[in-house]
T-cell receptor, first 112, second 111 residues
Framework: DAGVTQSPTHLIKTRGQQVTLRCSPKSGHDTVSWYQQALGQGPQFIFQYYEEEERQRGNFPDRFSGHQFPNYSSELNVNALLLGDSALYLC???????????FGPGTRLTVL | GQQLNQSPQSMFIQEGEDVSMNCTSSSIFNTWLWYKQDPGEGPVLLIALYKAGELTSNGRLTAQFGITRKDSFLNISASIPSDVGIYFCAGVPGANSKLTFGKGITLSVRP
């Protein structure tokens, strides 16, 4: 049973650049949520995708956008990167927007 | 916004001891979840709670959904070295599935 996978594992970008992170949900899941985890903090909700639409959004600017594909995989895009965007980006999947969310290993983004 | 409070930030226990940690909020939550995160990994779901007063176990772990729906507790019995990690509580306020996390408690277990 394949768990949640994310790519890449690590990424280094410079200020102003754009980045795309990818997530494949756990087998059988159809909902993907994205979280940002700063060092020493708990994950912060960015947004959730279900049926290829953004269903909920946390307190993040429009520089953060996403997409969900027909196979339920998802992308997180961040434009005009800031130093403060450096964090671990976590993807979590669930079934029909359920509360039991299973996390992937994350993508560590460093912005220089 | 809503915040979950977890304290202390760190706990140090001896192998074989029991440990309890709690999570409190000023708001009501309809679902409580407990996760464990190891360095460089994503959080792993330990226990999910759906009803006020509910007590649920997963091996040596037991968690409770507080009666007021504003708190939850996690107990680990007979701790072992692999219990080391960061323990997060997370709550869901309503019918949606947006998780709100606490800041986590770092657990260290001395052999």
């Amino acid at each position: 049973d394949a768990g949640v996978t994310q790519s890449p594992t690590h990424l280094i970008k410079t200020r102003g650049q754009q980045v795309t992170l990818r997530c494949s949900p756990k087998s059988g899941h159809d909902t993907v949520s994205w979280y940002q985890q700063a060092l020493g903090q708990g994950p912060q909700f960015i947004f959730q995708y279900y049926e290829e639409e953004e269903r909920q959004r946390g307190n993040f600017p429009d520089r953060f956008s996403g997409h969900q594909f027909p196979n339920y995989s998802s992308e997180l895009n961040v434009n005009a990167l800031l130093l403060g965007d450096s964090a671990l980006y976590l993807c979590a999947s669930s079934l029909r927007r359920g509360n039991e969310q299973f996390f992937g290993p994350g993508t560590r983004l460093t912005v220089l | 916004g809503q915040q979950l409070n977890q304290s202390p930030q760190s706990m140090f226990i001896q192998e074989g001891e029991d440990v309890s940690m709690n999570c409190t909020s000023s708001s009501i939550f309809n679902t409580w979840l407990w996760y464990k995160q190891d360095p460089g990994e994503g959080p792993v779901l330990l226990i999910a709670l759906y009803k006020a007063g509910e007590l649920t176990s997963n091996g040596r772990l037991t968690a409770q959904f507080g009666i007021t729906r504003k708190d939850s507790f996690l107990n680990i019995s007979a701790s072992i070295p692999s219990d080391v990690g960061i323990y997060f509580c997370a709550g869901v306020p309503g019918a949606n599935s947006k998780l709100t996390f606490g800041k986590g408690i770092t657990l260290s277990v001395r052999p």
